[in-house]
């Protein structure tokens, strides 16, 4: 059963824009913090952007000024719009979400719940 579903994911040029979307299917997730992580080629899967219940958004420094996200608790998805794309942006976008009050967001741990992922490939 998918739980979080992503989609916008593409190839892009350098200095392009790009909104990913992920849609849950379970409405506990509109209650709690919302995420995005990516992984590079040969890379872990690291922090990109999380916002909280209250809307409270936290960046990585990599895509702080960069990228934006917000949420829709009506239709509980969550979106991540990204400008100013870089080829260093280029990884699987996972969305992440969770079923816990937690103020931390930076890491795999504090998330219970993962999409499946989408490719975002930034050519320069």
């Known amino acids: 059963q998918v739980q979080l579903a992503e989609s916008g994911g593409g190839l892009v040029q350098a200095g392009a824009s790009r909104t990913l979307s992920c849609i849950a299917s379970?409405?506990?997730?509109?209650?709690?913090?919302r995420g995005w992580f990516r992984q590079a080629p040969g890379k872990e899967r690291e922090f990109v952007a999380g916002i909280s219940w209250s809307g409270r958004q936290h960046f990585a420094d990599s895509v702080n000024g960069r990228f934006n996200i917000s949420r829709d608790d009506a239709k509980n998805t969550v979106e991540l719009q990204m400008n100013s794309l870089k080829p260093e942006d280029t990884g699987v976008y996972f969305c992440a979400a969770r079923t816990f009050y937690s103020g931390s967001f930076h890491s795999e741990n504090d998330w219970s719940h993962w999409g499946q992922g989408t490719q975002v490939t930034v050519s320069s």
């Open positions: 379970d409405p506990r997730f509109a209650k709690y913090g």
